[in-house]
T-cell receptor
Framework: AQTVTQSQPEMSVQEAETVTLSCTYDTSESNYYLFWYKQPPSRQMILVIRQEAYKQQNATENRFSVNFQKAAKSFSLKISDSQLGDTAMYFCAFTSINSGYALNFGKGTSLLVTP | NAGVMQNPRHLVRRRGQEARLRCSPMKGHSHVYWYRQLPEEGLKFMVYLQKENIIDESGMPKERFSAEFPKEGPSILRIQQVVRGDSAAYFC??????????????FGAGSRLTVL
């Protein structure tokens, strides 16, 4: 079974600064997908960014980028120019065809952006 | 496109009653996933369904919980004889099964169940 570990329960960053959230995972599969989801106080789950394991290039979405290290099984999220609206829980997730594409989530990192 | 619709948003039940949570997937999506989120925790997979079929129910408790996704109508997560430990947010997600590339799940806003 795949496990997803987020070792930072809480983090804080000042507005306009950069913050990196860590995620590691364990799998024996070679083809899979990794995601970061954001859950603001409204509790809606919002897709932030995704990465296909077969792609070496790190995914980017505006201020959000990932550092995907396949050999190390690491998938960190970098948020640049942090904004107050980025305050949320951030969940790292793993999926593959072997799991029917059901997402396996980490426990989350609570990010607080301060003025 | 209304997205994934879940109702009710909030449901209160007394111990021993039944809870029914409904999920209408996004238009064009035939794959539905149910997740449970306990307070201060991440989402835990419960069940994966396609139209009229349960594909994977490895995350479902063996007793009192059931799910269906009929040919017509929404997917239903049913919890019989609820107990206080069932209090949680239940999220539904849908996808097109990867026909448009990576199987990206779109989530509903969740249904919060409170058992008194």
């Amino acid at each position: 079974a795949q496990t997803v570990t987020q070792s930072q329960p809480e983090m804080s960053v000042q507005e306009a600064e950069t913050v990196t959230l860590s995620c590691t995972y364990d799998t024996s599969e070679s083809n899979y997908y990794l995601f970061w989801y954001k859950q603001p106080p409204s509790r809606q789950m919002i897709l932030v960014i995704r990465q296909e394991a077969y792609k070496q290039q790190n995914a980017t979405e505006n201020r959000f980028s990932v550092n995907f290290q396949k050999a190390a099984k690491s998938f960190s999220l970098k948020i640049s120019d942090s904004q107050l609206g980025d305050t949320a829980m951030y969940f790292c997730a793993f999926t593959s065809i072997n799991s029917g594409y059901a997402l396996n989530f980490g426990k989350g990192t609570s990010l607080l952006v301060t003025p | 496109n209304a997205g994934v619709m879940q109702n009710p948003r909030h449901l209160v039940r007394r111990r021993g009653q039944e809870a029914r949570l409904r999920c209408s997937p996004m238009k064009g999506h035939s794959h539905v996933y149910w997740y449970r989120q306990l307070p201060e925790e991440g989402l835990k997979f419960m069940v994966y369904l396609q139209k009229e079929n349960i594909i994977d129910e490895s995350g479902m408790p063996k007793e009192r919980f059931s799910a269906e996704f009929p040919k017509e109508g929404p997917s239903i997560l049913r919890i019989q004889q609820v107990v206080r430990g069932d209090s949680a947010a239940y999220f539904c997600a849908s996808s097109d099964g990867g026909t448009s590339g990576a199987n990206v799940l779109t989530f509903g806003a969740g249904s919060r169940l409170t058992v008194l």
